[in-house]
């Protein structure tokens, strides 16, 4: 550990030397083809990954056998329009979605809280935080335990989406 301490040392003072040209230096431009293509195909198939997961557990009653036969029986692309979510569907889960991003949005405007100093960047800057996640958090709890309590939703409507 004690070895580590003069190495970093030696970092920020060499950061401190170039303050503006930071970022030139921790950016490495020779990615591999492999990683782009392997991070593009990772992003291409979280969508028919998370759908089949979904459908399994909700339509399939959980059973990966039953997905396996419906894929076997359907092929790749036929199962995964079978196992698309309808126009309808997709409508609930976005109103579901877009209250509670309004609902979060309004919170962090309208909680009271202090104002907390983030880290000094290396061009200088300081950014300034609101600190009330924590209290936007229990609003939120309490919130969804009033609501589900008195009838305004399920209390699995987190589930349901």
């Known amino acids: 550990l004690s ?12 950061n401190e030397k170039i303050e503006g040209k930071w970022a030139s230096t921790n950016i490495n ?5 492999l990683t782009t293509l392997g991070a593009g ?3 291409a198939s979280t969508t028919y990954i998370v759908n ?4 399994t557990l909700n339509k399939l009653e959980g059973s990966w056998l039953k997905l396996f036969d419906l894929v076997t029986e359907k092929g790749i692309i ?26 979060q949005l309004l919170l962090m405007a309208l909680v009271p809280a202090r104002m907390h100093k983030g880290p000094v960047s290396p061009s200088g800057h300081v950014p300034v935080y609101k600190a ?3 209290s936007c ?10 609501g589900s309590y008195l009838g305004l939703w399920k209390a699995g409507v987190c589930f349901d989406i």
């Open 3 to 14: 070895a580590e301490v003069p190495v970093f040392a030696t970092m920020c003072q060499q």
């Open 29 to 33: 431009p020779t990615t591999s083809w």
């Open 41 to 43: 195909l990772l992003t």
């Open 52 to 55: 089949n997961y979904y459908f």
């Open 78 to 103: 036929g199962s995964f329009l079978h196992t698309y979510p309808t126009l309808e569907e997709i409508q609930h889960s976005m109103l579901h979605v877009a209250c509670f991003m309004v609902f």
């Open 132 to 134: 009330n996640g924590v």
């Open 137 to 146: 958090f229990l609003i939120t709890i309490v919130t969804w335990a009033v």
